[in-house]
């Protein structure tokens, strides 16, 4: 539950439980990924398949909203983010998490959404000059042009907001949600928290979805030429 | 007296947004399940659709509950 307390600090940088549990996590998947592509075979293993499994559906789930070659030109970044939200956030549900030291739901505290929103503003618009060019894409914010002492504001202002909006939902839902479950557990032990943990088990793979739905939304609109 | 204000306050807030946002998710639900009662064939473009709905709808209220928890930080 506690987002400020510091395990230890090497020199003026504070080292929290949510940066210890966040290097966790990636060990996990970086070990996890290496067993499951250390001998690729063409009868997979369990471990294999299964990442497999997960690559085409990612894949097919990007594909409907991004079209297919910028899928998988831009693929891996958006599978990155799925994949480290979705794991941070049924991280929470682990016993002991958020109780003891060194373990805390990364996606529960405000500072690692908002880095990832950060990271979801840059993606966006680096594609989109990428994919554009420097002039069409910046021209793209004034349009329509008759209209664009009205419209660049309005565009801009969405672009910074965008970041921001995605960062409070992940962190709202995920921290409101931890301390449902406390204040259940609080008025009644045993069995009270279950109810908003089974819900949870819905809800983070909403969230995990919803973020990278609205990211690739969000490049996908950068992306397209409009006419 | 103060302390007391500022629980109505935190109560107010999570309760009228959670109204508003009912009600607009309801009115979506309802219109997304009419639209793929009419044409069964296009459920997975609309039940897409009507997460993203759904979600954008739902932050307001997320906002609402992070207010609240200032709120009653400050009791």
């Not at chain 2, 999570?14 to 399940?33: E, N």
């Not at chain 2, 793929?36 to 739902?58: D, F, K, S």
Request: glycine letters at 8%; a neutral charge; proline letters at 4%.
């Amino acid at each position: 539950m506690e987002h400020t307390n510091v395990l230890f600090s090497i020199g003026p940088l504070q080292v929290t439980s949510t940066v210890v549990s966040m290097w966790g996590i990636i060990l996990v998947l970086t070990l996890l990924s290496y067993l499951a592509t250390r001998k690729l075979k063409d009868v997979p293993g369990p471990l294999q398949n299964l990442a497999e499994m997960a690559v085409e559906k990612l894949q097919s789930f990007f594909a409907d909203s991004l079209g297919v070659k910028h899928m998988r030109k831009y693929f891996p970044i958006f599978a990155t983010f799925f994949i480290f939200i979705i794991v941070s956030n049924y991280s929470g549900l682990l016993p002991g998490v958020g109780h003891l030291k060194g373990m805390a739901q990364p996606t529960a505290s405000l500072s690692v959404t908002a880095g990832l929103g950060v990271v979801a503003f840059f993606t966006t618009h680096i594609i989109g000059v990428r994919e554009r060019g420097l002039k069409r894409y910046a021209v793209s914010f004034a349009k329509p042009l008759y209209l664009c002492v009205l419209m660049l504001p309005l565009n801009l202002i969405e672009q910074f907001i965008r970041p921001m909006s995605l960062a409070l939902r992940l962190y709202g839902n995920m921290y409101g949600e931890e301390t449902v479950t406390e204040q259940l557990y609080e008025i009644f032990p045993i069995g009270a928290p279950l109810i908003m943990q089974v819900l949870s088990l819905l809800f983070c793979l909403l969230q995990a979805l919803v973020f990278t739905m609205l990211l690739s939304i969000y490049v996908s609109e950068a992306v397209e030429e409009e006419e | 007296m103060e302390k007391g204000i500022i629980a109505i306050a935190a109560a107010l807030v999570l309760t009228l947004t959670a109204i508003a946002t009912a009600i607009a998710q309801g009115i979506t639900a309802s219109r997304a399940m009419d639209a793929i009662a009419r044409q069964p064939e296009a459920a997975g473009g609309i039940r897409g659709a009507l997460v993203i709905a759904l979600a954008l709808m739902e932050a307001l209220t997320i906002y609402g509950m992070l207010v609240a928890f200032m709120l009653v930080g400050k009791i």
